[in-house]
């Protein structure tokens, strides 16, 4: 017998846009304490990357209920190395389990990382996590 393990899906920015709006249509949002939770979730996990410190973590909007804002605490980082970190935390750590769906958008001062699932209780979370050079 083979037992299937719910991990995040790589997708397209169209495409994670497309299951993130669905799941915001067909489903609840989160409540306060649980993003609380997926909050230190997310700081314990960007704290094990070492080149990387988070500057900020707030609530977000409609859109992103959860919106990160990260340095890059070392210059002339490859960017694919740190798109690999993100996503081992996110899959790995703060999405371990659950169905979801992330993205990842190169722009001129660094990469950010979109990320929506739903919960074992059928509530979705979503949220951005920006990832600058330094300065």
């Known amino acids: 017998m083979i037992l299937s393990v ?23 949002p989160i409540s306060t304490r649980e993003l609380q939770v997926w909050s230190q979730d997310w700081k314990y996990g960007v704290s094990t990357i070492p080149y990387v410190r988070l500057t900020k973590l707030a609530d977000g909007g409609l859109l992103n209920m959860m919106e990160m804002r990260s340095i890059l605490n070392i210059d002339g980082l490859n ?6 970190d993100v996503e081992r935390v996110w899959t790995n750590e703060v999405a371990k389990g659950l169905r979801a769906v992330h993205c990842f958008r190169e722009t001129t001062s660094g990469v950010v990382f979109y990320f929506a699932a739903l919960t ?7 949220g951005v996590l920006y990832v600058s050079r330094k300065d």
Do not use: E, G
């Not at 997708?11 to 609840?28: E, G, I, L, N, P």
């Not at 074992?120 to 979503?126: A, Q, W």
């Open 79 to 84: 960017l694919s190395m740190v798109k690999a």
């Open 6 to 28: 719910a991990v995040s899906t790589s997708c397209t920015m169209v495409d994670f846009d497309k299951t993130r709006d669905q799941w915001r249509r067909a489903y609840s």
């Open 120 to 126: 074992s209780t059928n509530n979705y979370i979503t």
